[in-house]
């Protein structure tokens, strides 16, 4: 690694952040999570791995055209205003942690300085791989210049004050960016003036009761109205708008009108309905979910396919080892690709 990388990369570690809690961040840590300074981190994908390894890549490279190997996943926050029971990720309250990311105050760390630090942490973890006889090697060079950040690894990256130019950073770099929120930051996504390449929305559920089962919300009906707020925004926002659907047997995946009537909100140019996996934090018993609330693949094609006949999209493709259908606004979409930032 040059000697400049190394050197943001160890300045970011020595700023390591008070604000999140030294007990969340060894557990973080074995986790697998590698911290770039007082907030972000960043965690080698399954798929950049395997796509290195054997070649079978994520839902995003056959969906949009994502190379998955020169993908960096991460987040410019740790924390999360929701507690969404299907969550693989640590919810630190269920582990005794009362923290609070959002009132850092000041000790935001700048957008170049996240940038830099991500890059260099992302390539600090792939350099293990370059000995491994199993690597593709001109897939691990390429992946050593990435070309894609997904902003998705845990917590709620709008929570992040400098978004626009933390967006800029990366694309003025080449890199396109996938920003993943829980669709609760109305005034974070009105101050967005630089556009994600792909903006995801996670609708945990159809309606406001179940909604509030999901995600665990303190106040439901005022988080509630501010995801209804959000969804009107989100419409028309100018750039490629994307829903999540993570569906649990028997909690969120019913009331397929529901469903529809928020895609009508949304406008969404993509919906991804994706089985829930039982992994993480998901297996924690305080959440009450169990193995058998994961859905088959027949279980997800056919919600997909009702959920198509209400709104009009058409179902474009299915990811096997993700369990996620893709559907299309526009019967044409399903050829479109990601608009790549090719160096």
């Known amino acids: 690694m040059p000697a400049e990388q190394i ?10 952040s008070p604000n999140v809690p030294e007990g969340l961040e060894k557990m973080m840590r074995r986790q697998g999570y590698h911290f770039v300074g007082r907030h972000s981190a960043t965690k080698i994908c399954n798929y950049t791995s395997e796509s290195m390894k054997n070649g079978e890549s994520c839902y995003k490279h056959r969906f949009y055209g994502i190379r998955s190997w020169r993908c960096i996943q991460a987040t410019t926050a740790i924390g999360c205003n929701l507690a969404c029971s299907f969550c693989w990720r640590i919810i630190p309250e269920e582990e005794g942690f009362k923290w609070n990311e959002m009132n850092a105050g000041g000790k935001w760390d700048e957008p170049e300085k996240i940038v830099e630090g991500l890059i260099s942490e992302h390539k600090r973890i792939i350099t293990g791989y ?22 998705s690894l845990t917590g709620e990256p709008l929570f992040y004050p400098k978004m626009n130019q933390l967006l800029r950073a990366f694309h003025d770099r080449g890199i396109s960016t996938f920003l993943v929120t829980n669709g609760t930051m109305v005034n974070a996504l009105k101050a967005l003036t ?4 792909q903006l995801y929305v996670s609708v945990q559920a159809p309606n406001r009761e179940i909604y509030g089962k999901v995600t665990r919300a303190k106040n439901l009906a005022a988080t509630w109205d501010n995801f209804m707020e959000f969804l009107g925004i989100f419409s ?5 708008r994307t829903f999540r659907l993570t569906l649990v047997e028997n909690l969120n995946m019913t009331d397929v009108g529901g469903y529809a009537h928020l895609i009508e909100v949304g406008k969404p140019h993509y919906v991804e309905v994706k089985g829930f996996v039982y992994v993480g934090g998901a297996r924690n018993e305080k959440r ?6 994961m859905p088959r693949e027949n279980s997800i094609l056919e919600f997909a396919k009702e959920i198509a006949e209400k709104t009009g999209y058409s179902v474009a493709d299915y990811h096997a080892s993700s369990n996620v259908a893709l559907l299309c606004a526009d019967q044409n979409a399903a050829r479109s690709r990601i608009i790549r930032f090719e160096k």
Do not use: C, I
């Open 7 to 16: 050197a943001v990369t160890e300045t970011l570690e020595r700023e390591q």
């Open 130 to 151: 370059k000995g491994n006889e199993k690597v593709d090697m001109r897939r691990w060079e390429e992946s050593n210049d990435p070309a894609h950040v997904a902003l």
């Open 194 to 197: 630089v556009m994600p390449t």
């Open 236 to 240: 028309r926002m100018n750039t490629r």
């Open 288 to 293: 009450g979910l169990s193995y058998e609330q």
